[in-house]
């Protein structure tokens, strides 16, 4: 355990909204070796990205963590001034985000991102930064005379690899990808994809991939992380997932996945929606929309139970 | 404001700003124009005015408009043209200057307020807000009276009438932008809340200040005209088209026109030098101000 790069229990992210208070991250448990892949999957609304803004201490108000411990690498990050975190930020842990549209400041030249990043952090003359931002940029498929481009002169892909440029600049031990081809499309996903791949073989970090799309998991996580209503469902290995998903939730998910072989089968879908996370269904989340609900899942909440010896599935079946 | 960028914002600028492309145009280049000219007068005072300004009985007393003095003299004897020049030197050094110190502090002070938030920010809201619950003319009359006379304590009660409509725009752009993922992503990087606030999210506020910089600057004329026209500006050794336009009126029951309605144009011409360029300028950067 101690070699754990990650280790978050019963961490609880609420938003104190003028409705009610809104459990987005409710009493979830997650565990991460160095340079292993999780794939963070969820639906929207599931809490996946707060959860994954939490790891950075970067909730947007009015939500907070409210308790549990988000151990990195030792140090537990819920506990760290705001200056100590500041420091960890980009550093050790960085962030690729969603909309490569809106992320990089218009005003500010590619190069100079990098650059901004990389003294943020250390003492090097700027001619030194350049020109380690210069190496970044070639790394991620960007030639060097786009360093004094400005955004608004880059495609979507290409700002992405910019975005992950960023992410990468400071060597970080863990990388929070926050839906990063959601807002491409599906030739430059796969580009994109093929890049993070890449270069996480190459610099050997961890990461955290968090999406919606379940379908761009299998290839590039190691583990998936299903969350549903705030809570995990089900944690394991992403090999043993795809053979045979424990959680009612991830098998529903996975029959939804349309089947070209198969094309005359009508598309499943999960009946119902997402619930209200003002107020949560008693019992188990899942219960209105699971097909082997029983009297029990709708009373009372079902542990999260150890199956096998590295699979963590929350449900009465087991 | 996201996709609109400095290097696509100036070309589309300069594209916009040939006189062929309408009257916003023509807005910028007449106001530049007029405002280009009282600069150059301003800086070229002792060349330009025919006679020393304070010196009484160059000519006649009341002389009308004439070859010698071609905008007649005034109740002094004093030549009303070189009164002008070097009037128009007092208000630009008065308006400049006020006008740099307001935005300078207005806009530092609402990028800090603005970005730290808090109790902080709403302590200097609130000041910020009843100052400008004030009229300007009530406001800086006051602070004058205070202050005194010259060109400094001028200049500092008009700064103090401006400050808050540059921390009131800045502050609110600041709320915006920082809830914009650029920002976010830039905390997300570590970095430091001093980098946030001057290398990322003041560069994208700027557009916004040369507008009202111009519009204010404009506003800022008329005031000071109009506290020196109660008596209240500046000391009567420093020549000013205010204090002359309130001696030319008392002059005006017995038809002596001269002394009061040039520099009363002075007056007009600059307030509306700026004006134009203010609105050309505001409806090329920003569309949405149009309708104003």
Redesign the interface.
Known sequence: MISDLLRIEGLRVYYYTRDGVVMAVDNVDLFMKKGETIGLVGESGSGKSTLGRAI?R?V?PPGRIISGKIVFDGLNLTELSEEEM??????RI??V?Q?P????????KIGDHIV??IM??ETLTREEAEEKAIKLLEQVGIRSERFMD???QFSGGMRQRV?IA??L?LNPDLVIADEPTSSLDVIVQFQILDLMKELKNLYGMGMILITHDISIIPGIADKVALMYAGQLVEFADAKSFFNEPLHPYGKALLESIPNIQHSDQKLKYIPGNPPDLINPPKGCRFSPRCPYATEKCREEEPPTIMVGRHRLVKCFQY | MANLTAPKMITSMLSKISPRRGVEGLFIIVGLAIILTFIFMAIFAPVLAPYDPNKTRVGGLYESPNPKFPMGTDRLGRDILSRIIWGSRTVLIVTFLSMALSSACGVTLGLISGYVGGKFDTALSLFMDSLYAFPGLILAIALAVMLGQGIMPVTVSLTVVYVPIYFRMIRSEVLSMKESLFVEAARAIGAKGRTLIFKYIFPNVIPSIPIVLSLNAADAVLTLAALSFLGLGLPAHIPDWGFDLRMGYGALTAKIWWPGTFPGLMIVLLTLGFSLFGEGLAEILNPKLSGR
């Open positions: 950075l970067l947007p500041r420091k960890i930020r980009g550093k960085s962030m985000f909309d549209m809106t992320s990089l400041d218009p005003l500010m901004e990043t943020a952090h400005y955004p608004h975005g960023l992410a600049a």
